[in-house]
Structures are given as C-alpha cells and as structure tokens.
C-alpha cells in the first residue's frame, strides 16, 4: 500500500508538471497580451511595462522562469488587477465557488442515490419511467437554462428569494439548485443502472432465497457494491461542478473563482488563467487518488497490495 501510494503521487506530480506546461504553451499561442486592451498606454509604454514582465523574453526562458516560480510555490502576478499575487485571488475567490459546489454535489447526490434505488426497485413502472425520462432531461438542458427559469419563477414571479447579488445564505439557494440538477440526473441514471444490474445477480437471489428481508438485500447488498461506480463519477464531478460555476457565477454576479477565470480570458491575464487551471488540476488529482483509496474501503474485495490492484 505505501508502494503505491508513493508511485501515485510521483505520478499526480509528473501530471501537474505535463498540464502546467501545456497550459503555459497554449496561452502563448492566443494572440494579443494583457496589454491589447490597454488603449491609453502608448507603445513606448507598453513595451516598458513588457520588459518588466519579462514577456518580451524569449518562450523558452520565459517558460524556464515560471515553472522555477512554480515549484517554488510562487504562481506570480495578476496583470490586470493591480499587481495582486495569484495565490492571494485564488484564496479569495474559491470561498463562494466551494460553498456553491459542495452544496450542489451533497444535495444532488442524496437526492440522485433515492431516486435511482426507488427507479430501480419499481422497474418498468410509471416510476421508473418518470425517473428515467427526469433524469434525461437533466442532462440534456444547461444548468444555465435552469438557473434562468429560476430566476424568473422563484426570484421575478413569486418574489421568494434573490434574483442575484452575494452577501447572505438565501443568496446561495438559486445558484445551488441551478447547479443541482445535472448532479441529480447524473447520479440517478447511474444507481439506477447499477442497482438492475446487481440485483438481478446470483448472491441477490441467493439472499433472497435464505429469507433475507428486501431492505436488507436492498440496503448491505445492492447499495453497497452499486455505490462503486458512483464513487468513481463523484470525484471528477465535484471539481467539474467548481469549474462549471462559471456561467452559474456570473448569471448570479457571484463573486467566486469562476467569474474571476472568465474576466481573466477577456483580458488575456495569463498568470491568472494558468493559476486557476493548476489549481483545479491539483483538485482533479487528488481527489482521483482519494478515490482509488476509498475503493478498497466501500468494496473489501478490492485491495492495494504491492502497487497492485
């Protein structure tokens, strides 16, 4: 276990330095600077500000001098908001887009883990029918289309909570519900899959056969082993979720971390851009190798020995 453990984290660091200088070479390739729209600075200014910043450098020792900052911890300086450390508006912002996201991925998981059993138990029943065709329609719509219904019904029509704006917890409700949906209909169609699959399986009908009551078969059996494949969608779709507030961000004017990232593309701020992209990257890794821990803890079966599954 702590052989692969290791090998992991040398694997999560290789991984973060490949993203890191990809992400570094794509930003070089858009055109303009951060300067392109900075129409009342002159050339001769420009080209000052530039050399300070070392952008009139060639790539390569452009590159070499930020990746040194970066494993130094150092992710430099915004371009566009005074001076301001990366690290520090990072910190800042991710306060209302963790609130959001953990709000939205514990709601809609509970109610997409009761959905998807109570689909799977009625099976080829108006229930499942109606589940199925819920959960198809929560894929398929944008979270944004959900966020602007929400916004005329609940906040314009019957005036019962904030069309926008941040500052108190009723605030949060809108844009948690709008990112809800898509987790809901996610994890239902998953348990539901699952949930057929496995109690239509020997063990189940062996269970049943000793005299096993349904809710024990249901609950230490078919939860149990379906919950799996939800754990291993759950991680990456918890760092989606932070990153797909964006659009959710600004239709709310939430002041988080993904409204700072689109500002940051307008205005070609490249230190911003590739510090937010590196920090979701770390989040992305490490919470895929939290799951592949917490796999061998849900299923006794699965077990780490010798860097081996």
Not at 5 to 11: A, C, G, L, M, S
Not at 166 to 175: A, F, Q, R
Not at 222 to 228: D, E
């Amino acid at each position: 276990m702590v052989k692969y453990t290791i090998k992991r984290i040398v694997y999560m660091i290789i991984t973060l330095l490949i993203i890191a200088t990809a992400t570094f070479f794509l930003m070089k390739l858009l055109p303009g600077t951060p300067l392109t729209n900075q129409e009342r600075l002159s050339p001769q200014q420009q080209q000052i500000i530039l050399d300070k910043y070392g952008l009139n450098d060639p790539l390569p020792v452009q590159y070499v001098t930020y990746m040194t900052n970066l494993v130094q911890g150092d992710l430099g300086l915004s371009f566009q908001y005074d001076n301001r450390p990366v690290s520090q508006m990072i910190a800042d912002r991710i306060g209302p887009s963790a609130l959001l996201g953990f709000q939205a991925m514990v709601l809609g998981t509970i109610v997409g883990l009761i959905i998807g059993i109570i689909a799977a138990i009625r099976q080829n029943t108006w229930v499942d029918y109606g589940s199925t065709f819920l959960a198809v329609l929560g894929i398929s719509i944008p979270s944004f289309v959900f966020a602007a219904l929400l916004q005329y019904y609940v906040g314009v029509k019957w005036e019962l909570l904030p069309v926008a704006l941040w500052g108190e917890y009723k605030n949060t409700i809108l844009p948690t519900l709008a990112l809800t949906v898509g987790v809901v209909a996610t994890i239902a169609r998953y348990m539901r899959t699952e949930m057929i699959e496995i109690l239509n399986t020997d063990y189940i009908l062996l269970a049943k056969a000793k005299g096993t009551t349904n809710t024990n078969v249901i609950v230490k059996h078919g939860v149990r082993n379906a919950m799996i494949p939800i754990i291993t969608i759950l991680g990456p779709m918890t760092v989606g979720i932070m990153t797909g507030t964006m659009v959710i961000e600004q239709i709310f004017a939430v002041p988080g971390l993904g409204e700072q990232f689109v500002r940051s593309i307008n205005t070609n701020d490249y230190t911003v851009i590739m510090g937010v992209t590196l920090f979701y990257s770390v989040l992305l890794v490490a919470v895929i190798f939290l799951v592949d821990i917490l796999y061998g803890i849900i299923d006794p079966r699965i077990r780490l020995v010798g860097g081996k599954k």
